[in-house]
């Protein structure tokens, strides 16, 4: 039987551009357990987000999955439930935007911390009122009950309860932020995807708010898919972590394994872009280059043209997915060899 909360598997996301298509997200897979947190990572436009979001399938107009992604929540096969067959296009799936099942789900069983807080909010409507509709979109309370639960949730992310009757304008950044991460657990979900959470909050507030949530994590057992370029933030929630680059995994584990037994030259360079607090000073390195263009992507390996183990082989054929050691996976020609000699985190 299958103990996973979360199997995202051969999962691929492209979305249809005038001239083509860009190769959003291929073949990724992952699974994620109850109570489980997992830390996504990559450069700006790596396709995390499109990963995370493609979950619940909010996704954009254009955004199409290959006819044999899955993403089993909880047993069901949400990838089924909420697209069907494109008549257009051969082999994808469209998906069905106003699916009730699917809108079952949101909220309830899996929740979002959007990126976007500045534009998440409608700009008409109080905050409170807000999560106050999300809530009762799925349980039926009296206006005092759900009155109680948004002053609970707004004293765990530390906005005043004055403030709920507030229009979006009259937050601040950060507040919007803290309040996005309020209507999130407003419904007590199995899963949190948060996509940068704290990005607009300073360190004491983050610090905060990554505590309230670990905490409520171990108390209501809920799993959390952590979307982020900030790898310290990894290090200190996530068991599990999956580095992505250009719509590849290219390597995934346990957080600890990747930070110390680091096995792909791409997350060798990314935690090397990161300061740390431990060890001796190190200057930062940058990566040099830039991510390739994912609507006509390079033949091999799509990090090859950056990489400064690369070999012949890198640049002609794509490289297999290869176990360093149980549930550590990395996607290079030469992982094995290299393995050892990479430097990760501290």
């Known amino acids: 039987m299958d103990d996973n ?17 860009v190769y959003a997200v291929d073949d990724v897979n992952f699974t994620l357990k109850r109570g489980e947190t997992m830390g996504l990572v ?15 399938q909010l996704l954009a107009d254009n955004a199409y999955l290959k006819s044999n992604s899955k993403v089993v929540f909880d047993g069901t096969d949400l990838i089924k439930i909420g697209t069907y067959p494109s008549k257009q296009y051969k082999g994808y799936r469209k998906i069905d935007e106003y699916n009730p099942k699917m809108r079952s789900y949101r909220w309830k069983r899996i929740s979002m911390i959007f990126q976007g807080a500045m534009n998440a909010f409608n700009p008409v409507y ?6 106050k ?22 004293d765990l992310v530390g906005i005043p309860k004055d403030r709920i009757d507030n229009y979006p304008h009259e937050y601040s950044g950060g507040m919007k932020q803290r309040a996005m991460i309020a209507m999130s657990l407003a419904l007590s ?6 996509d940068e959470p704290t990005t607009a909050l300073d360190v004491v507030t983050q610090d905060r708010i990554l505590g309230k949530i670990s905490e409520l994590q171990r108390r209501e057992n809920v799993a959390m898919i952590l979307i982020t370029h900030d790898v310290s933030v990894v290090a200190e929630m996530a068991e599990k972590m999956a580095v992505m680059y250009a719509g590849h995994l290219v390597e995934k584990g346990t957080a600890r394994e990747i930070f110390k037994e680091t096995a792909h ?4 360079a990314l935690l090397k872009a990161f300061p740390s607090i431990k060890g001796e000073k190190k200057r930062l390195r940058s990566i040099p280059g830039s991510p390739p263009d994912l609507a006509n992507p390079p033949k091999g390996c799509r990090f090859a043209p950056r990489c400064p183990y690369a070999k012949d082989i890198c640049l002609e054929k794509e490289p297999p997915v290869v176990e360093i050691s149980p549930g550590h996976l990395s996607k290079c020609h030469f992982a094995e060899e290299l393995y050892g000699e990479l430097s990760g985190g501290e």
Request: net charge negative; aromatic share 8%.
């Open 42 to 56: 990559g450069e700006s436009g790596c396709g995390k987000t499109t990963t995370g979001y493609a979950v619940t």
């Open 189 to 194: 979900p199995d899963l949190i995807i948060a």
């Open 126 to 131: 109080t905050v409170g009122d807000q999560i």
């Open 5 to 21: 909360l979360l199997t995202v598997k051969n999962l691929s996301v492209h979305y249809k551009i005038r001239n083509g298509w």
């Open 133 to 154: 509709e999300a809530i009762l979109q799925h349980e039926e309370l009296t206006d005092e009950e759900v009155r109680k639960r948004i002053e609970m949730l707004f």
């Open 265 to 268: 030259p791409y997350t060798e």
